[in-house]
């Protein structure tokens, strides 16, 4: 059984900082890429920010130059360090990754359950 396990949200004023960590455990053979989303209240899910196994990585136009993805393949872990954050970056973020459990199975997305971030004053 895979799980996503997410930690590092919380609540940060505007211009602060937080990082977000993912950890894929459970029964893994080979993870391709793991990545970042977010939905706000009444939103759609959005693409924050994607890395593949070999390290190239994806960002959301919105966040550019603010936020950085990054992972561990040891332990297959991901991380979203988010700066200068402002309000509009409040949102729900969900960790997935894109693997398969086994030789025999397809590869599958899986996701977390989700972190809030909250930017407020």
């Known amino acids: 059984q895979v799980r996503l396990v997410e930690s590092g949200g919380g609540l940060v004023q505007p211009g602060g900082s937080l990082r977000l960590s993912c950890a894929a455990t459970?029964?893994?053979?080979?993870?391709?890429?793991m990545g970042w989303y977010r939905q706000a209240p009444g939103k759609l899910r959005d693409l924050v920010a994607t890395?593949?196994?070999?390290?190239?990585?994806n960002y959301a136009d919105s966040v550019k130059g603010r936020f950085t993805i990054s992972k561990v393949n040891a332990n297959n872990t991901a991380y979203l360090q988010m700066n200068g954050l402002s309000p509009e970056d409040t949102a729900v973020y969900y960790c997935?990754?894109?693997?398969?459990?086994?030789?025999?199975?397809?590869?599958?997305?899986?996701w977390g359950q989700g972190t809030q971030v909250t930017v407020s004053s």
């Open positions: 997935k990754a894109t693997l398969r459990s086994a030789i025999t199975n397809p590869t599958f997305d899986y």
């Open positions: 459970g029964r893994i053979f080979s993870l391709n890429a």
């Open positions: 890395i593949t196994r070999g390290g190239n990585t």
